[in-house]
T-cell receptor, first 113, second 118 residues
């Protein structure tokens, strides 16, 4: 079974600075997809970024980028120029051959003014 | 931009009562999902649905749960006899169904229904 681990329960960053959120996963599949979702206080789940395992190039989406290390099964999210609106819970998630998303426990990110 | 919608946003019910949570997936999507999130815990997969049948379900999705697509737009989750431990946020999601398989697609989530069982 696939597992997703987010070992940091919470982090804090100063506005305008850069922060990296860690995620590791375990799978025996070769073809899979990884995601970061953001959950603000409203509790809506919002897609931040997605990475296909077969792509060597790290995904980027404006201020968000990932560091995907397939051999190490690591998938970290870097947020540059942090903004107050980035304050939220962030979930790392995995999907493979089947249709379900497997989520990590999440990390609470606080951006300080 | 198309989005997944869910109703109601909040539901309070008595233990043992039946509840139906409603979702309208993105209109041209073919795969539908339900997830739940107990307060302070991770998001857990319940069930996926494609071509009018369940394609996968988790251990949580026991006989008390059922899903249905009663018409061309709605996707519902029914809990027949609610228990205290069913109190959670329930998320509906959908994905296009165009790629090589559902696992290769991004799932788009609705805003959730907060269910409280008393």
């Amino acid at each position: 079974a696939q597992t997703v681990t987010q070992s940091q329960p919470e982090m804090s960053v100063q506005e305008a600075e850069t922060v990296t959120l860690s995620c590791t996963y375990d799978t025996s599949e070769n073809n899979y997809y990884l995601f970061w979702y953001k959950q603000p206080p409203s509790r809506q789940m919002i897609l931040v970024i997605r990475q296909e395992a077969y792509k060597q190039q790290n995904a980027t989406e404006n201020r968000f980028s990932v560091n995907f290390q397939k051999a190490a099964k690591s998938f970290s999210l870097k947020i540059s120029d942090s903004q107050l609106g980035d304050t939220a819970m962030y979930f790392c998630a995995y999907t493979g051959a089947n249709s379900k998303l497997t989520f990590g426990k999440g990390i609470t990110l606080s951006v300080r003014p | 931009e198309p989005e997944v919608t869910q109703t109601p946003s909040h539901q309070v019910t008595q233990m043992g009562q039946e509840v139906i949570l409603r979702c309208v997936p993105i209109s041209n999507h073919l795969y539908f999902y339900w997830y739940r999130q107990i307060l302070g815990q991770k998001v857990e997969f319940l069930v996926s649905f494609y071509n009018n049948e369940i394609s996968e379900k988790s251990e949580i999705f026991d006989d008390q749960f059922s899903v249905e697509r009663p018409d061309g737009s709605n996707f519902t989750l029914k809990i027949r006899s609610t228990k205290l431990e069913d109190s959670a946020m329930y998320f509906c999601a959908s994905s296009p169904g165009l790629a090589g398989g559902p696992g290769q697609e991004t799932q788009y989530f609705g805003p959730g229904t907060r269910l409280l069982v008393l």
